[in-house]
C-alpha cells in the first residue's frame, strides 16, 4: 500500500486560532501515517496553524476533516478556534479507529462527546458558531472497506473493473446552501460589500446546521454521526481511494476543469501536491471570483491518495 497526501492552507490567511494550540495532535497523526510497512510520502506547504484542514493514516485507517472556516467579525463561542478542533477531532477519531472495534459511526459520535469534553466549562457549545468539520473515515477489516462521509468533502472510490469512480460526497451543504448565496456570488472577492455578503451568508447557513431540513456537519452534538453517508465494500474490489476536502475538490465540482477520472489519475501519477497546484493556478486566474463565483478566493486544500495492492 502506498500513502500519499499534500496539504496547503489558502494563500494569505491569517491564523484565527488561540496562540496557545500546539500542534500536537497533527503530530501525532503525521507520525502514525509513517508507521506502515508500506510507503507515505507527504507534502505540507504551510503553517499547520493556520491551515483548518487534517489529515491522519495508519496502515488500515484514513481520517480527513476540513474546519469551517470563521469569517472575520463572526463570533464562535469558543476561545480555542477551528484549527484546534479539527486536531483534537482528528487525531482522537484516528485512535478509535485503531482501537476501537465499533462501526465507524459509533466512533465519529464518541470521537465528537469527547472533543466537546474538552472544553464544554470553558467555551459556549450553545453558541451556533462552535467550530465543526466536515469528516471521511476510511477503514479496512477483515477482508472489507468501511466508509463514512459527512458534509461536503469528497471520497472517491477507485473501483476494479470499473472505468469511473464511485464518489460519494454529502451534498446537503450546497442545496442549502445555493438558496442563500446569490447576493454573495454576484460581489468582487475583496471588496468590503463581499466581506459583509459572506459573513451575513455564513450565520444565515449556521440556521440551518445540524437541524432537519438543513445540512450536518461535526459540532458538539453526538447524534450527528448518524447522518452520516456510510457504505462497506469487499476491500479486494477497491484499487485506491482519495479523500478531497472541498478545497482541493474544486478542480471538479466547482471549476470543471478536469473529471473525477483525471483527478484520480493526477493523484496517481503527479501525486497530491500537483491537484493542489493545479487548484491553486485557476484560482489566480479569477481572483475576484467573477468566473465561478465560491465564498473564499482560496481555500484551505488537502488531498490524500491511498493505492492499495
Known sequence: MRITFATEAAPGRQNTDAKETADTADTAARTNSTDSTDSTDSTDSTDSDNNEDF??????????LDG??????????????????VRSLGSTLLAGM???????????????KA???LHDFVCDLTHPGSPSATVIMV???????????????????????????TVVCDD????????????????????AEHVTARREYVETMRDHRNREGGFWIAAVDPLTAEQSLTGTLPADRVRAVALLSDGASRLVDLFELVTWREALDTLERSGPGELIRRVREAEHTDSDGSRW????THDDATAAYCLFG
Open 55 to 64: 489529515f491522519g493514516a495508519t496502515p488500515d485507517a484514513f481520517v480527513l
Open 115 to 117: 472533543v466537546a469534553s
Open 172 to 191: 446537503r451543504v450546497d442545496r442549502v446552501g445555493r438558496a442563500h448565496r446569490s447576493t454573495m456570488d454576484g460581489l468582487a472577492h475583496g471588496s
Open 98 to 112: 485503531t482501537q476501537d472495534t465499533g462501526t465507524l459511526t459509533e466512533i465519529l459520535a464518541n470521537g465528537i
Open 139 to 165: 477503514r479496512r477489516t477483515a477482508g472489507n472497506l468501511d466508509f463514512l462521509v459527512l458534509a461536503d468533502s469528497v471520497l472517491i472510490l477507485d473501483m476494479a473493473g470499473q472505468a469511473e469512480p
Open 293 to 296: 463565483p465560491r465564498a473564499k
Open 68 to 85: 469551517a472556516g470563521t469569517p472575520e467579525g463572526a463570533e464562535t463561542g469558543c476561545v480555542h478556534g477551528v484549527g484546534w478542533y
